[in-house]
């Protein structure tokens, strides 16, 4: 009674079948044009509310966050009842997420230390480029490896060389599972529960989660043997040191472990590098932009030997163009689903506990009237008259509440130091004869541009 409004189902499948499930965007965007910012549909029987807008977005996360702060029972459930991203609102995922930000603020965000981690890691990534200036070169493992080793070096204290077998197979693995869990085997998995035993392509993603979790296994037994207590020196550290303080029915114990250091890998590394991919294509379709930020980047840096991220107050352009990259690509665009943890209300309409919410987050990064040019790839959104750098409040790529994402800090800084060390050393160019850059993404739980091929030239010396 009083749900929200939403197209006819059919039994069973509800609206399966009124959605492409390869890539439902267009269809959530029709549905909001006839249906308004909170509509409903059925995943089988499970009833869904789609919330579009920032003003209802804003109500729900931010001003009702408890309310709508839950996990969906998610795909292929049984594997994901522990760590962070998949975990239900409970003193679990609360105590965890705590420690999580708790832990990334020690290592340094804010502090120098993390910066110096992230501009260890640039030194490889422009040794890579600069063997390949003047060629047309696919960028796409470079970003991937970098941010990979940033978030290793926070996670297990080391980076590894590009073509590790380890980090080759948690990549592996990782790909298979998210494209089981975004395609219709999940959803077929989870809509009928007969089918659950049979053997069927699901299971593939069970072997790879086993997989990952033998090498988190492996790494946390490293750790054991050469720790210090009470001297961490990485994440995988200060958890151990954690587990000790902590009762045997405590919300930290070695299996929940694994599974965050893995959440928060595959986390920080598909999000951060497929910004970066996308960054330098709009970068390269628009020089004049790109040009703009360099001539900032040269003045403000002037006679300094490296960028620190103290430096982005100085840098309104450039962190204008950060930010539209961010917007315009929209990376997370239906954020992870979420669930209400009670009975509740929104834009008028009663919610029951236990629905399943899907925030439409393009819906409010390209609002018409949040933004001066909604729909089209311009800094000035984040530009006032003056020229300075503001974040108008609908900004949400990494959503809003209680849930928003944790490692919204470490990313910020490293998509401005590794963009801006670059475009001082190099100038991006699109390849003649590549034709157009396309912008249509590859559809997924993240966004990413089609593989594209970029050169790069030698723009300044280092002093
Ligand atoms: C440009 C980079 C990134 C973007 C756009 C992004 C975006 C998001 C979004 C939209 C969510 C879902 C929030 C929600 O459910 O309401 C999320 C969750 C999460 N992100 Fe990120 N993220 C990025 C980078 C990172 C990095 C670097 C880390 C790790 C250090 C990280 C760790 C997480 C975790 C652990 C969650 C789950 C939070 C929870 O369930 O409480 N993310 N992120």
Not at 213 to 230: C, F, S, W, Y
Not at 287 to 308: A, M, N, T, Y
Request: charged share 25%; with cysteine; hydrophobic share 40%.
């Amino acid at each position: 009674k009083n749900f929200p409004p939403g197209p006819p189902s059919v039994p069973l499948l509800g609206n399966l079948l009124s959605l492409n499930i390869k890539d439902p965007l267009n269809d959530i965007e029709r549905l909001r044009q006839s249906y308004g910012n909170v509509y409903s549909l059925f995943f089988g029987l499970k009833p869904v509310v789609i919330i579009n807008g920032f003003k209802a977005m804003r109500e729900a996360m931010v001003i009702k966050a408890a309310d709508f702060a839950g996990r969906a029972p998610f795909f292929l459930s049984p594997v994901f009842i522990i760590g962070v991203i998949t975990v239900d609102y409970s003193p679990l995922w609360r105590d965890t997420r705590r420690f999580i930000l708790m832990t990334l603020k020690n290592f340094g965000l804010g502090k120098k230390s993390m910066e110096d981690r992230i501009h260890e890691e640039i030194q490889y990534t422009i040794k890579t480029l600069e063997n390949n200036i003047g060629k047309a070169f696919c960028p796409q493992f470079v970003f991937h490896n970098a941010v990979s080793n940033i978030i290793c070096k926070v996670l297990f204290g080391t980076r590894y060389e590009y073509d590790d077998d380890t980090i080759k197979t948690l990549i592996q693995c990782f790909k298979r599972i998210n494209k089981i869990l975004n395609g219709p085997w999940a959803l077929l998995y989870d809509s009928i529960p007969l089918i659950r035993r049979l053997p069927l392509p699901y299971n593939t993603a069970f072997e790879d989660v086993e997989l990952i979790l033998d090498i988190a296994q492996d790494l946390v037994n490293e750790h054991k043997k050469t720790r210090v207590p009470g001297e961490p020196r990485d994440f995988v550290d200060c958890y151990l040191d954690e587990l000790e303080k902590r009762d045997d029915d405590s919300t930290f114990f070695e299996e929940q472990l694994k599974r965050v250091t893995l959440d928060l890998y595959s986390a920080g590394t598909d999000t951060t590098s497929n910004t970066l991919l996308s960054g330098f294509l709009y970068l390269m379709k628009y020089p004049h932009i790109q040009e703009r930020c360099q001539q900032e980047i040269d003045r403000v840096l002037d006679g300094q030997d490296k960028v620190s991220y103290e430096n982005r107050h100085n840098m309104p352009y450039t962190q204008a163009v950060i930010h539209e990259i961010q917007r315009i690509t929209s990376l997370v665009p239906l954020s992870v689903f979420h669930c209400t943890t009670k009975d509740t209300e929104l834009s008028g309409y009663s919610i029951p506990q236990g629905t399943i919410v899907i925030q439409n987050l393009t819906s409010v990064l390209r609002e018409e009237g949040q933004w001066k040019f909604p729909h089209e790839f311009n800094p000035e959104n984040f530009l006032n008259d003056q020229g300075e750098f503001l974040k108008p409040q609908a900004f949400m790529p990494f959503s809003a509440g209680f849930r928003i994402c944790p490692g919204e800090g470490l990313a910020r800084m490293e998509l401005f130091l590794i963009l801006v060390t670059l475009l001082r050393k190099f100038k991006f160019v699109w390849p003649e004869d590549a034709g157009e850059p396309d912008f249509t993404p590859v559809y997924g739980a993240i966004l990413s541009p089609k593989p594209y091929l970029m050169k790069q030239g030698l723009e300044t010396v280092y002093l």
